[in-house]
């Protein structure tokens, strides 16, 4: 049996632009459509009545997110984004109103009371007030934050570190150090060119020696008389290697004490002799003594 759902299976976005256009009236400021969504940028003052208006008479019930974005070359650099969700249409819509640093944007918490705290979020990261929201405080990051981490001006290393004091026994904040020398990364290939020079590379650029330095004198090596009659010595003159007195050196002496064996006889070629049987060896060898099975006496005897 096949169940009846209020909701429609695909989201139809056709027409509803020109129907929440009139609906809004002078609270919008621009609406269009964005990768298959509606997108309604209206006035920062009246937002609430706008989100009120979308969710009371449009069926937009539930207030699924807000998210901020920064642009810093504008007057207004912050963007603040409600994602609304209608479970009867299956359709989603964006609202957006900008905001500056000191100007507040009304509280939509009387509407959503989920908006406290992603309310919330956008001040901690942005850095964006809300009008009207009695709990605006810091939600991520720590108590004695400084600043605000998603503003595109915020350094990526912070203003401030924390760590632990082992002599105040507490959570202590001070100013960031980079206790790295080398902070500078250079992803730039030395064989494309770079524009620096690489450690080594200084002495490529001195100039050619015009003389070079010679020995074609005694006098030129700098070592004296006595070193150059000694250059052309063996350094091993004198060892038992370098001296050869003609006859072959005595046998080793062995290590351990063997009886004296016997000059064997022959040679090493008459070893395969030795190893082939010889002729006639099983004819002549003496057979096995065994047990001989009694004869059957014939009948009568």
């Not at 590379?201 to 070592?223: F, H, L, M, N």
Request: glycine fraction near 8%; charge should be negative; include cysteine.
């Amino acid at each position: 049996m096949a169940t009846l759902h209020s909701a429609p299976r695909f989201t139809q976005i056709d027409g509803l632009k020109g129907a929440l256009t009139q609906a809004l009236g002078d609270h919008l400021i621009e609406a269009h459509e964005e990768h298959g969504e509606l997108l309604l940028r209206v006035n920062r003052s009246g937002i609430a009545d706008a989100l009120r208006l979308l969710r009371d008479e449009h069926g937009y019930q539930q207030l699924m997110e807000i998210a901020g974005a920064d642009y810093p070359s504008r007057s207004e650099r912050f963007e603040i984004v409600y994602m609304l969700l209608s479970l009867t249409k299956n359709n989603r819509i964006m609202v957006k109103c900008t905001a500056s640093e000191d100007t507040p944007v009304p509280t939509v918490t009387g509407l959503w009371p989920n908006a406290g705290w992603l309310e919330r979020e956008v001040f901690d990261m942005y850095g964006v007030l809300f009008d009207g929201n009695t709990d605006l405080r810091r939600i991520l990051t720590d108590y004695g934050f400084e600043g605000h981490p998603f503003r595109k001006d915020f350094p990526l290393t912070g203003y401030v570190e924390l760590r632990y004091s082992e002599d105040e026994k507490r959570v202590v904040y001070e100013p960031v150090e980079l206790a790295q020398d080398l902070r500078q990364f250079d992803f730039m290939s030395p064989w494309e060119g770079a524009d620096y020079v690489l450690p080594g590379d200084e002495k490529a650029d001195q100039p050619p020696v015009d003389e070079p330095k010679t020995t074609e004198k005694p006098s030129d090596t700098g070592a004296g008389k006595e070193a150059d009659d000694k250059a052309s010595d063996k350094v091993s003159a004198g060892a038992p290697a370098e001296e050869d007195s003609g006859e072959d050196a005595p046998p080793p002496k062995p290590t351990e004490d063997q009886p004296a064996r016997k000059a064997r006889k022959g040679k090493t070629t008459d070893t395969a002799k030795a190893t082939q049987p010889k002729k006639g060896a099983a004819a002549k060898k003496k057979p096995t003594a065994a047990k001989k099975a009694p004869a059957k006496k014939k009948k009568g005897e």
